[in-house]
């Protein structure tokens, strides 16, 4: 059964001017689908690749106007937007499917391309941007310091856990396209450093996402969460929490 989901444009990993380290590698430019065409992009990869569309057309689509959905799985997930998207797919022996249908009432132009990620940012130094990673809590009672790196894609933060350890932590806020919406809480942590705040204006403070990390070298990447005075804050399991 296909799983189509018509996702909000704030929720969607919406397409935005590239920023250097991002390629757009065309498969089909200018499409042209007509209120219920569809058209079917395949390629053939060994490993997942990232797929985008973007609308490409003089006046804007007034509403949700391309559906697409995956093909090469089972699964068949789908979703829709007014403006273009993208959505990294997995291969099924050796090709990725995606077909695009036009769900709105006008004829619809769009541009379909492979998106080549390539890591040039101040933090990619420190971490392996292919390394899966697990997930990862750092409940904080105290901040120390923070330096932020001169291209803000990651921040330098030590501090006090609750459970009483000390934590130097790399916090990876962007890696290969500094456009792209993103969660980034330097600023905010920032201020309670500079202005020697109280850690009671903060603390539990919460910090989740991705540890790709060795041993004593801690970097988060795919920060999902900042939230001060936690303490309720729940976890799949105390093995995610840093202790």
């Known amino acids: 059964m296909s799983r189509i989901r018509l996702i909000p444009v704030l929720l969607i990993a919406l397409v935005t001017a590239a920023h250097a380290a991002v390629r757009h590698i065309p498969i089909k430019s200018g499409v042209v689908l007509n209120p219920g065409e569809t058209y079917i992009a395949q390629i053939d990869s060994s490993a997942p690749a990232e797929i985008a569309w973007t609308v490409n057309q003089a006046k804007p689509c007034a509403s949700n106007c391309i559906e697409a959905t995956e093909l090469t799985r089972d699964t068949h997930f789908g979703f829709a937007t007014a403006i273009g998207g993208s959505k990294e797919y997995p291969p099924v022996s050796g090709k990725i499917a995606v077909q695009y249908k036009n769900i709105s009432q006008q004829p619809v132009t769009f541009d379909v391309y492979r998106i080549e990620r390539i890591c040039d940012a101040e933090a990619c130094k420190f971490f392996d941007n292919t390394k899966k990673g697990h997930t990862q809590v750092f409940k904080i009672d105290e901040f120390k310091s923070i330096t932020t790196s001169s291209d803000g894609s990651y921040s330098l933060i030590s501090g006090i856990a609750m459970s009483g350890r000390p934590f130097r932590l790399r916090t990876i806020w962007w890696s290969d396209d500094k456009n792209v919406m993103r969660l980034s809480c330097a600023v905010w942590i920032k201020r309670y450093v500079d202005n020697h705040a109280s850690k009671e204006q903060y603390r539990p403070y919460v910090m989740s996402g ?20 936690a303490p309720h804050f729940g976890v799949l399991s105390e093995d995610e929490v840093f202790k």
């Open 210 to 229: 991705i540890e790709v990390g060795d041993g004593d070298n801690l970097v988060l990447k795919s920060v999902d969460d900042c939230v001060p005075k």
